[in-house]
């Protein structure tokens, strides 16, 4: 009885991938399979990949008879458990510290502390503990297996294994072993263990900033695969990109002064990019795609990204997606044309105050079409895959400027031929609705339930002044910093004062660079080093014999 439940599980399984699987050979491969098909060693496909390794790891599991023998030889070497010299246990008890005391595998061995344990390890450790406390005990997510509690048969307490050792260009892995953990359950789960880099210098997040992000994100895999179900033994493709979306994202949550996501996100702002699906799972753009978390956030609470791992147990992440948007009274299809919506509000058009709070600091988004002057002008493209977005832009003869976010939001992944036309016109035409400044617009396409248009104008409120501050109010659970983008060379020296004109703080603002512009940050403290309390603050900035003044609201959360 119980082998034809497993059968029957499977077979739903393999059914309901059928359904989710984008058609055609050209989207059933990541990049990075197709050098292994070609013939490239396991070793070299390894080698270039970036942020996490557990993409390359399950596709290879799931196409496992693709590979020649060598590579089948070469992948069991490459991904065996590792057998180290030694381990330590975390301060919290949840984890037990894997790690070599010699060789290429070898951390550096700097003992500071003088407890016999390298630097290095006690940082992986304390890491690792964070992150589960803020994962697990404050967020509420699942642990693995009951990691960190006591085992009633033995009364030893159940440890999660990390290995340390040389990861090359990869932050951090995660792989599942042995058997399902429950074979009567429709979505697998399985048994993991988590590998981090022996050192994080040249990374673009470096030193212990690279090691805090991989426990946080390499933690959640091992949760989603552990606790919820691993989709990603069963689509390595169209499944992957919310795991890697959510761990992404809680990267930021658990570590929100590092911001190592910032690295990836110029592939997702890029004129030649928009026609990659909001599923697609290959390359970088599931990284960059951890802002949806900061959008799900700020509209509804951190707990919705943990509904949607709870509907992950029995359907697809698209599918779970969409049924944790509908408990709050929305869809996957609106909220996939509000993305864009978001999406445009970043650089110096950022509006922090309702959208990104942190989107001055992101690229802006370039248009599909270079900016076209108003003359019956029409964008038509054909065989568009769907949950794709497309952003084009006009100038009438009064030189204003329209943009039109023309986004497709539906969510069958089976299809790519679909198809648009957008016309705009100087009077009115048929079937066609109103513009300002006396425009008319038209959009054709295969479906008009599957396609929501947005147009937008330059009498929207963009903010292009030399200061601009985010976030207001600044709320100190959501984010480390209140950040003034600056358009100066000259250092920025800051005065806060309370709401009775009282002397807060006073020094120099810490410089840094996103994207090309120049942020100077104060973190929230007094001259005391004390965080400020909630209230009302005047802030002074002077630099460049300039002096700008504002106010600010502060939460402590």
């Not at 933690?219 to 992957?240: E, F, K, P, V």
């Not at 509804?300 to 943990?306: A, D, F, H």
């Not at 400020?532 to 900035?541: D, F, K, T």
Request: aromatic share 14%; hydrophobic share 35%.
């Amino acid at each position: 009885m119980g082998k034809w439940i497993l059968y029957t599980q499977i077979i739903f399984v393999l059914f309901t991938q059928l359904l989710y699987t984008h058609s055609g050979n050209e989207n059933d491969h990541s990049d990075a399979f197709k050098l292994l098909m070609d013939g490239a060693s396991v070793q070299e496909v390894y080698a270039q990949q970036k942020k996490c390794g557990l993409p390359f790891y399950a596709e290879v599991k799931n196409n496992w008879d693709k590979l020649s023998h060598l590579q089948q030889q070469e992948f069991e070497e490459q991904f065996s458990r590792p057998e180290t010299d030694t381990f330590m246990i975390s301060p919290e008890g949840y984890f037990r510290i894997h790690y070599y005391t010699s060789g290429r595998d070898a951390p550096d061995l700097t003992d500071s502390g003088g407890n016999g344990i390298p630097d290095y390890i006690d940082s992986v450790a304390t890491a690792f503990d964070y992150s589960y406390i803020i994962q697990v005990k404050k967020l509420g997510y699942e642990s693995p297996e009951d990691y960190g509690t006591v085992d009633p048969m033995t009364g030893d307490t159940i440890r999660y294994d990390v290995y340390v050792e040389d990861l090359r260009n990869v932050y951090g892995e995660t792989r599942w072993y042995g058997d399902q953990i429950n074979e009567d359950e429709r979505v697998p789960r399985f048994r993991t263990y988590v590998l981090v880099n022996n050192s994080y210098e040249g990374f673009p997040s470096p030193g212990i900033k690279g090691l805090k992000v991989t426990a946080a994100h390499e933690l959640h895999h091992a949760i989603q695969i552990g606790s919820y179900g691993n989709w990603l033994a069963l689509d390595s493709q169209n499944t992957r990109f919310f795991y890697e979306i959510t761990s992404t994202w809680l990267e930021d949550v658990v570590y929100p002064e590092i911001n190592d996501y910032y690295n990836y996100l110029p592939v997702l702002f890029a004129s030649n990019v928009f026609n990659y699906p909001f599923y697609h799972s290959s390359g970088t753009h599931m990284y960059a795609r951890a802002i949806w978390g900061h959008m799900m956030d700020r509209r509804y609470g951190k707990n919705i990204m943990r509904s949607k791992w709870e509907y992950i147990r029995k359907v697809p992440p698209i599918d779970a997606i969409d049924r944790a948007l509908r408990d709050h009274g929305s869809t996957l299809e609106q909220e996939l044309a509000e993305f864009n919506l978001w999406k445009f509000y970043t650089g110096a058009r950022a509006r922090p105050d309702t959208y990104f709070i942190d989107g001055a600091e992101y690229p802006m988004l370039r248009e599909k079409s270079s900016t076209t002057h108003i003359a019956e002008t029409m964008f038509r493209y054909v065989d568009e895959s769907t949950q794709t977005l497309h952003f084009h832009s006009l100038v009438n003869d009064e030189q204003d400027t329209v943009f039109f976010l023309v986004s497709n939001v539906d969510k069958d992944m089976s299809t790519n031929d679909n198809f648009y036309e957008l016309n705009i016109f100087a009077q009115q035409r048929e079937n066609t609705l109103p513009l300002e400044n006396d425009l008319w617009y038209r959009l054709k396409t295969n479906d008009p339930s599957k396609w929501k248009i947005i147009p937008l104008y330059t009498e929207t409120p963009i903010v292009d002044e030399r200061v601009t501050k985010y976030p207001n109010p600044f709320r100190t659970g959501q984010a480390s910093s209140l950040s003034f983008v600056i358009d100066t060379e000259d250092d920025v020296r800051i005065t806060i004062f309370s709401s009775d004109m009282r002397l807060v703080y006073k020094d120099y603002l810490n410089r840094s660079q996103a994207f090309g512009r120049t942020v100077f940050r104060w973190d929230g403290r007094d001259d005391r080093d004390r965080p400020v309390a909630s209230g009302v603050y005047i802030y002074v900035l002077e630099y460049d014999d300039t002096v700008k003044k504002g106010k600010v609201t502060v939460i402590r959360e």
